[in-house]
């Protein structure tokens, strides 16, 4: 049976872009008609409340290969980067921002990388064009954390514009504000990973969806990659060992109880102090204990749980 092979699928998150969507297809549409080869642009909506949406629906009419996903509220970008990744079809995924900062022309050379065998090429916006004290240092600082942590080299992993292969993107999940760690994620499912440099524009219409708290968000998802990235392929193991800190201290502690009731004037009050401890550590390690266990069930068997919902 023949069957209709589609190499690329452009996936862009959305929300409230209505001057710049039309501006966007064109120019995806015009790089892409360059590449000679079958693709399809979805666009996820995220519960935008300006225009984004008629637009979105009037270009579709002239542009079968636009797919628009509608989100029944604003779920993040995230999310709306996720339900796209699932509904891709193409061999080849790309992801890029809706607001005309990343440049389609760069694409060409993303899917170059892949086809040279990589599953994920990141951009690097060397050129960035956003505020420096808001947007660029927190950035910088964020990058140099995530590298450390997680381990990926890259310059730039907040570069929305990046490229992957199918097999690789399919297998990530995002919540939070993960999509931007993807390369740790796809590290993880034990990706090749390169990163290229690509152009950036400042933003010409509509506003930046986040201000200077992102930061804060991007660090609490950080502290879960990392536990994520560590302990969760075996999560018995890392919270037995916080049972067994627990034990240990509860034992030490119980030593200390029994050398102060040798001494001739204990004081009882001090007596009790320490045996409540004890029991309370004892049960905490228990409690460490059943959430290994409950931990390594959800990972060894956890279905994929949306986190989005997308009206029909
Ligand atoms: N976005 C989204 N949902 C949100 C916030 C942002 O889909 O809740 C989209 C937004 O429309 C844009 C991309 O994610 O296409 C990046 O957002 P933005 O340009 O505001 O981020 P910045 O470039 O300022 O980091
Ligand atoms: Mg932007």
Redesign the pocket.
């Given at each position: 049976m023949l069957e209709n092979k589609l190499n690329i699928s452009i996936v862009?998150?959305?929300?409230?872009?209505e001057e710049n969507v039309a501006l966007l297809h064109s120019a995806i549409s015009e790089v892409m008609r360059g590449l000679n080869q079958s693709y399809e642009i979805i666009m996820?909506d995220?519960g935008s409340q300006d225009g984004t949406l008629t637009q979105l629906r009037r270009i579709q009419k002239t542009d079968p290969r636009l797919r628009i996903i509608k989100f029944r509220g604003?779920f993040?970008?995230s999310a709306?980067m996720a339900a796209g990744f699932e509904a891709a079809r193409g061999e080849f995924v790309v992801a890029m921002?809706?607001?005309l900062?990343n440049d389609p022309k760069d694409i060409p050379m993303l899917l170059r990388k892949l086809e040279e065998g990589f599953d994920v090429v990141s951009g690097w916006r060397k050129n960035r064009k956003?505020k420096l004290v808001l947007?660029k240092i927190p950035s910088k600082i964020a990058n140099r954390l995530i590298c450390s942590i997680t381990g990926v080299r890259l310059h730039d992993t907040g570069c929305?514009l990046k490229a992957f292969r199918r097999e690789v993107i399919k297998r990530i999940r995002l919540y939070g504000e993960l999509h931007r760690f993807i390369p740790a994620l796809a590290k993880l499912e034990g990706a090749r990973i390169t990163e290229v440099v690509v152009n950036h524009h400042p933003?010409k219409f509509g506003k930046?969806?986040?201000n200077i708290t992102r930061t804060f968000r991007v660090l609490m998802d950080l502290t879960s990659l990392n536990l994520f990235l560590k302990h969760l392929r075996n999560p018995v193991r890392f919270f037995g060992s916080l049972a067994l800190i627990a034990l240990m201290i509860a034992f030490f502690t119980t030593i200390w109880a029994a050398r102060i009731w040798m001494e001739n004037n204990f004081e009882t009050a001090t007596i009790n102090i320490l045996i409540t401890l004890v029991f309370l550590l004892v049960f905490t390690a228990f409690q460490f204990v059943f959430i290994g266990l409950l931990a390594s069930l959800i990972v060894h068997t956890g279905k994929k749980k949306l986190f989005y919902l997308i009206e029909s």
């Amino acid at each position: 049976m023949l069957e209709n092979k589609l190499n690329i699928s452009i996936v862009v998150p959305i929300y409230n872009e209505e001057e710049n969507v039309a501006l966007l297809h064109s120019a995806i549409s015009e790089v892409m008609r360059g590449l000679n080869q079958s693709y399809e642009i979805i666009m996820v909506d995220d519960g935008s409340q300006d225009g984004t949406l008629t637009q979105l629906r009037r270009i579709q009419k002239t542009d079968p290969r636009l797919r628009i996903i509608k989100f029944r509220g604003n779920f993040g970008q995230s999310a709306a980067m996720a339900a796209g990744f699932e509904a891709a079809r193409g061999e080849f995924v790309v992801a890029m921002d809706g607001d005309l900062q990343n440049d389609p022309k760069d694409i060409p050379m993303l899917l170059r990388k892949l086809e040279e065998g990589f599953d994920v090429v990141s951009g690097w916006r060397k050129n960035r064009k956003d505020k420096l004290v808001l947007r660029k240092i927190p950035s910088k600082i964020a990058n140099r954390l995530i590298c450390s942590i997680t381990g990926v080299r890259l310059h730039d992993t907040g570069c929305s514009l990046k490229a992957f292969r199918r097999e690789v993107i399919k297998r990530i999940r995002l919540y939070g504000e993960l999509h931007r760690f993807i390369p740790a994620l796809a590290k993880l499912e034990g990706a090749r990973i390169t990163e290229v440099v690509v152009n950036h524009h400042p933003r010409k219409f509509g506003k930046s969806k986040y201000n200077i708290t992102r930061t804060f968000r991007v660090l609490m998802d950080l502290t879960s990659l990392n536990l994520f990235l560590k302990h969760l392929r075996n999560p018995v193991r890392f919270f037995g060992s916080l049972a067994l800190i627990a034990l240990m201290i509860a034992f030490f502690t119980t030593i200390w109880a029994a050398r102060i009731w040798m001494e001739n004037n204990f004081e009882t009050a001090t007596i009790n102090i320490l045996i409540t401890l004890v029991f309370l550590l004892v049960f905490t390690a228990f409690q460490f204990v059943f959430i290994g266990l409950l931990a390594s069930l959800i990972v060894h068997t956890g279905k994929k749980k949306l986190f989005y919902l997308i009206e029909s």
